[in-house]
């Protein structure tokens, strides 16, 4: 089941905790339970995640484990948020997002709960915050899309920085009202600290246009209409499984160098420690990070990396060892500080 969350999912949210708890209440333990769920439960996962992706998750936690699993989908701040509101009375056994910011705002609020041994030992440190508060579940690298017919190699931008200079304006688009830009431009925060970041964007804003949503990104580019833009790789890949039509003339250009534009961001899973369910829910987060949930992002069609359980990524991408991206620990990337000075900056 999927529910976009509107402002009446938001006000009936205490209300489906009521009702769950009744639920629970009713159920005899043992009496209807599946295995691995000793009170037959079910859980509630808040997604950020794209669904598609998600979807396969929670189907093959549940043909594995028995545990049914229900969604609410919406993007990383607006769940963020939704979470950070709900407190302790949130229905949500889980949370998954695109991006790590989301999941650091919903770790300060002092939300959630440690991940178990046994999703630590799957998942590479690099892969999980310093805190242990949650863990990676998949990596996506930033990548400068452009059309093949207007830039050849030489005239690439050696470093995403360069974009804000002179020469580049009118050229490039992006979408800055996305978590996915918004958690590019945490790591240019960290990396470069917030003077540079605050100009960088400024000259962002006379430079680039702003196109609603990475896909858009990619088809603007290839149609011409602008000679690069910056998104996420995976992009590019789903296109091309699918036909091509919208990236057909699209070459990509990894920045590497630890460069800021090598950034490979990291979507999170994480326990909310008012769950009541919490040994499924961190059972949901170790088939996710396990060899079968990180197959999914091997076989499928997210094309996004796996990061855990030593699982390969689709051999159609630039392996994840050769992004040479910044070391950056995800517990630092600070969301609400980049999004102040993306609107000081005129971009929201
Ligand atoms: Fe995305």
Redesign the pocket.
Known sequence: MSLRITRRALIGAAATTISAAALAACSKPGSTSTPGSADGATLTIYNAQ?ETLAQEWMDGFTKATGIKVTHRQGDDTEMANQLVAEGANSPADVFLT?NSPAMTLVENAGLLAATSEEIRGQVPSQYRPSTNAWTGIAA?STVFVYNTDKLKQADLPASLMDLAKPEWKGRWAASPSGA?FQAIITAILQLKGEDETLSWLKAMKQNSTAIKG?SAVMKAVNAGEFEGGVI?H??YFGDQAKGGQNSAKVGMHYFGHQDPGAFVSISGGGVLKSSKNQEAAQKFLAYVTGKDGQAVLRDGTSFEYPVASKVAANEKLKPLSELDAPTIDPATLNSPKVVELMQEAGLL
């Open positions: 794209h695109e996506r996915d990475n996420y995976y992009y």
